[in-house]
């Protein structure tokens, strides 16, 4: 199509979104049946360009954690890294769509990052090696993080047709995406994902200890 | 036989003890040390692998950390996430060489391999341990022992590159060749050699051990049982060996020398071989030395023993120590004192009279013996008078006394002869070497003179007197017994002629063979008949007739022809022989006279008895029976005695006598005169006649004494109611004088010599036509 013609295409739907928003209920277990965390569900709209919504995100550090663990930004979003540690910490990314490096000391304010390239960035920390977050930059402004219990909710979804997609940083092997349907109405959408994750790598945490660090 | 001697079973026995004992004591050292050895062995096998496994590990576990620390730096992360390959290649080689890996990989999370230090990557490959890759994974690095293309063996090492997830695999490889194998060897003291198995082929990649050992090593291992722990020969060295698996087909081999474990043990064995050799050659020279000792103090007492043994008491025990030996050498000396002075004691009392104290018989005839064939002497034998009679008189303790004071008297006598010696009883001897006739003359002498002294006893004055008779040698005789024989008849014919002393060639006796013999032949002749009767007749001085005769044994030798009494009868009653002669004379003198009788002749007839006839029990009951067997009247017999023969046992022959006076014989005193029986006893004898001795009668005529004594005796005999008989009456003036001084009877060559039995009657016949 012709962008002219999908932005108004887009435009419209968006106008008729607006007026039907819908809810997509995800839940993520793993084939065993535990609750997913930290998986993040995205739709993206199969035809046209989403719109952009601009926000900025915050990955901050403190206690040594980055927080939280998974973030879900759009294309183009500024991501702030404010350190709430008294020490410094030394993020790096050597993810193909955003290599980036930032050292950052306590209470010194720095420049967000623009995440302008969508994919999968895994942060760490130099100092801190057991420091780990992950950004999945997607096109699409529609996404949720499941929570403990597996559970996302996709808030003013508009009706349409959508490629979904479940990302967890530890997913084992590649999850398909898969064609979803979102049709306008009050009741929402429910998803019942099946994902496999490996576990959690806990890596060695000193204790905080201001002469020994 | 090598224990013959003491000496050598003392060395043989010690040495041989002690080189059991030693030789138990080498073998159980042997044994043990063998023992321990192994238990060291095995000990230091474990110890040494336990080491070694620790050692790899920690090793291991540096090598990690380094890699960790390695794979930590954001340099390197960053440089290994960029994926650029060149710049990926630099930085494993900066970084290899800071860490000392000599090979580096990049491996991606599936398998292959990025970049390595090695070679140049073309075309990517899977990195060829997929076990280390699978064990990174499942546990986070892994590391482990591999030989890689090159053909060398490395330590690798793979470590997760973390930015912040697992981006990449680095695999760094550290060289382990001969000098790691020889810095873990000498740590661990066991040799250390890191093999690959690959099939049948076994080669050696790192090892302590020198290159030809290496290959030995490899061969030996082909084979090799495996197992716990086995024993290895690479050329002459042993080991005791352990195998370890390192990784795949790569295992590390342990070895313990055998002979260095050994070697301590093989040095203190060989010191104690060495101790006790020495000990046993101080030992042997010890013992050796200990059984010398021992052995010649007795082989010294045996040398004196056999000296004791051959009669040398003189020498007395060499000096001993005062051990157990000193005290056996003691006693011997003084059981050799004692010994000496018993065997002294001993023969003084063969040699010695207890009596007297003088030589006794057996030394005086060995020295003679000894004497007799060197040089001349002369040998003397002295016999007391009138012992006897003392002895029974005063008792055998005067008489006893008297002896010895015979035998000092005799002992002081100078000059002294060689020796001095009492034979037995009262006789003495003395030897004199180198008297001749006149010393030995002279000694007498001073003998009798002695013995004519008398001698105070107790008091009692004793009067003795001696008869000493000499023979000379070598002249009268060169042998032991027949110059005491000489000497003895001489002292013999000393004594019956009471002339003191008397030369032994002056009497003349048989040889003393001769004599010996002459008692056999006696008996023979008795069996033989060899013996007859001669009869002498009787002449009554008053009536002129014949009316008796005396019956004179002669004896009919073969060789020797017709041998006179005097040289037989004398030795018959010496012998005892006489007792078997008289009762044959008597019988034959009893049966002749019988037949005289029935043939007519009224005889009397005499037979001679000797003092041993007088003495024997059968001797009245003999006369009897044969009496009455040849029915003889008693009065026709006439038993004639001397007065010496009634002399030994006056009472038992008196007692005889008196039965036989008792059964009617005739009894008649011969050789009166000459004998010793005193008037008074012969008063006291149931006699009928006396028989003057011949030699008061002989030439009586001419003999004023003879013929006084012969006149006394006659008137004496007649006196006590006896007749006379004269014997000896050769002449007729002999016979004219008997008849004129009232002889009764007269016998001699006168009158008639004997003559055998059956000229008797003729004779008698004969003469009385004439008388």
């Given amino acids: 199509m012709r962008p ?148 996302a909710v996709l808030r003013n979804v508009p009706a349409g047709s959508y490629r979904l997609r479940v990302w967890h940083p530890r997913q084992v092997g590649e999850w398909t995406l898969r064609d979803i349907e979102i049709r306008p109405g009050a009741a929402p959408t429910k998803l019942a994902l099946v994902a496999d994750i490996h576990a959690r790598v806990v890596k060695l945490k000193p204790p905080v200890d201001s002469d020994k660090y | 036989m090598i224990l013959r001697t003491l000496q050598r079973r003392i060395v043989v026995v010690f040495v041989g003890l002690l080189l059991l004992v030693m030789g138990l004591i080498v073998g159980l050292v042997s044994g043990s040390n063998q023992r321990m050895v192994a238990s060291e062995t095995a000990r230091e096998l474990a110890v040494g692998t336990r080491i070694f496994q620790r050692l790899v590990e920690q090793n291991q576990r540096q090598l990690e950390t380094a890699a960790t620390v390695l794979s930590g730096d954001f340099a390197f992360r960053e440089a290994i996430a960029t994926q650029d390959r060149p710049t990926v290649h630099s930085v494993i080689r900066n970084h290899g060489l800071r860490i000392g890996a000599q090979v580096m990989m990049v491996i991606s999370t599936d398998g292959q391999v990025i970049a390595d230090t090695q070679q140049q ?165 010890g013992s050796v030395m200990l059984a010398r000792r021992i052995v010649r103090p007795l082989d010294e007492l045996s040398v004196s023993a056999r000296r004791i043994e051959s009669g040398d008491y003189s020498q007395p025990m060499p000096a001993m120590p005062r051990d157990e030996i000193g005290q056996l050498a003691l006693s011997f000396d003084h059981m050799r004192e004692r010994v000496a002075s018993r065997e002294e004691k001993i023969l003084r009392l063969a040699y010695e009279d207890t009596l007297t104290g003088l030589a006794n018989r057996t030394r005086f005839l060995e020295a003679l013996g000894q004497r007799l064939n060197h040089g001349s002497g002369a040998v003397a034998i002295l016999n007391i008078d009138r012992f006897a009679s003392i002895n029974n008189a005063l ?44 010393e030995a003359l002279a000694f007498t002498r001073s003998v009798l003179a002695i013995l004519n002294r008398p001698v105070t006893l107790d008091g009692q004055r004793l009067d003795i007197g001696g008869s000493l008779g000499v023979a000379l040698y070598p002249q009268d005789a060169n042998d032991v017994t027949e110059l005491l024989r000489g000497a003895d008849q001489a002292m013999a014919l000393a004594k019956r002629r009471h002339t003191g002393f008397a030369f032994a060639s002056g009497s003349g006796g048989q040889p003393v063979h001769e ?4 008692v056999g032949e006696m008996r023979e002749a008795l069996a033989r008949q060899e013996f007859v009767l001669h009869y002498q007749p009787k002449l009554d001085m008053v009536t002129g007739k014949i009316v008796g005769a005396e019956a004179l044994l002669r004896w009919q030798h073969p060789v020797r022809g017709l041998v006179s009494p005097i040289h037989f009868i004398p030795f018959a009653e010496q012998t005892g022989f006489i007792r078997e002669i008289t009762p044959w004379v008597l019988e034959r003198v009893i049966a002749q006279a019988a037949q005289w009788r029935r043939d007519g002749l009224e005889l009397v007839v005499s037979a001679n008895l000797s003092a041993l006839d007088m003495l024997s029990p059968n001797l009245v009951t003999q006369v009897r029976d044969w009496l009455e067997l040849h029915q003889l009247a008693p009065a026709s017999l006439c038993l004639e005695i001397t007065e010496s023969a009634l002399m030994d046992e006056p009472e038992l022959a008196l007692s005889h006598l008196t039965e036989l006076f008792q059964l009617g014989v005739k009894l008649s005193i011969d050789d009166y005169g000459v004998g010793q029986a005193s008037l008074g006893y012969v008063k006291t004898l149931p006699v009928h006649e006396l028989k003057i001795d011949q030699s008061f009668v002989t030439a009586v005529a001419g003999s004023p004494k003879n013929a006084a004594i012969v006149r006394s005796t006659i008137l004496l005999s007649h006196e006590l109611g006896l007749t006379v008989t004269a014997e000896g009456a050769e002449t007729p003036a002999d016979l004219s004088w008997l008849a004129q001084n009232g002889c009764d009877v007269a016998q001699g060559y006168g009158i008639a010599r004997p003559m055998p039995a059956e000229a008797l009657p003729g004779w008698i016949a004969m003469t009385e036509k004439c008388l």
């Fill in chain 1, 4 to 151: 002219g013609l999908v932005a108004l295409r887009l435009a419209l739907v968006l106008l008729c979104a607006r007026a039907v928003a819908a809810t997509v209920d995800a839940t993520v277990l793993t084939s065993a049946g535990r609750p997913v965390e930290d998986a993040a569900v995205v739709v993206e709209p199969v035809a046209g360009v989403a719109p952009k919504g601009q926000r900025t995100v915050t990955i901050e550090q403190r206690d040594r954690e980055f927080i939280p663990y998974v973030s879900i930004v759009e294309t183009g979003t500024m991501v702030e890294f404010p350190n709430r540690d008294a020490f410094k910490h030394h993020i790096y990314s050597f993810s193909s769509p955003k290599i980036f490096e930032i050292k950052l000391y306590a209470g010194k304010p720095v420049l967000p990052v623009l995440f302008d390239k969508p994919g999968e960035v895994a942060l760490g920390c130099n100092i801190h090696d057991w420091m780990e977050a992950y950004v999945l930059v997607v096109n699409t402004p529609y996404f949720a993080r499941t929570d403990a219990t597996g559970h």
């Fill in chain 2, 515 to 518: 004599q010996l013999s002459l």
């Fill in chain 2, 395 to 438: 008792g055998n303790g005067v008489g006893d006394q008297l002896l010895i004071e015979i035998g000092t008297l005799l002992g002081q006598i100078t000059p002294a002869p060689t020796l001095l010696a009492r034979l037995w009883g009262d006789e003495f001897a003395f030897l004199l070497c180198g008297a001749g006739k006149e």
């Fill in chain 2, 121 to 285: 990557l073309t075309v990517p490959r899977s990195f060829q341990f997929e076990d280390l890759l699978t064990n990174a994974q499942a546990s986070g690095k892994s590391s482990g022992f591999r030989q890689m293309k090159d053909g060398y063996l490395y330590q690798l090492v793979l470590v997760p590159i973390l930015a912040p997830k697992l981006i990449a695999w680095v695999g760094m490889g550290f060289q382990v060749d001969d000098q790691w194998a020889n810095g873990l060897s000498e740590v661990i003291g066991l040799t250390v050699s890191v093999v690959r198995r690959q099939g049948a082929e076994v080669s050696v990649l790192a090892s302590s051990l020198d290159a030809a050992k290496q290959t030995v090593l490899a061969g030996a291992l082909q084979d090799a049982p495996g197992g716990d722990s086995w024993e290895l020969a690479i050329g002459a060295d042993h080991f005791q060996t352990v195998q370890l698996p390192l990784g795949q087909d790569v295992s590390v081999v342990l070895q313990r020398s055998l002979e260095q474990a050994q070697a301590p043990y093989q040095r203190l064995q060989n010191v104690l071989l060495v101790v006790i050799l020495g000990g046993v050659l101080l030992f042997a020279g």
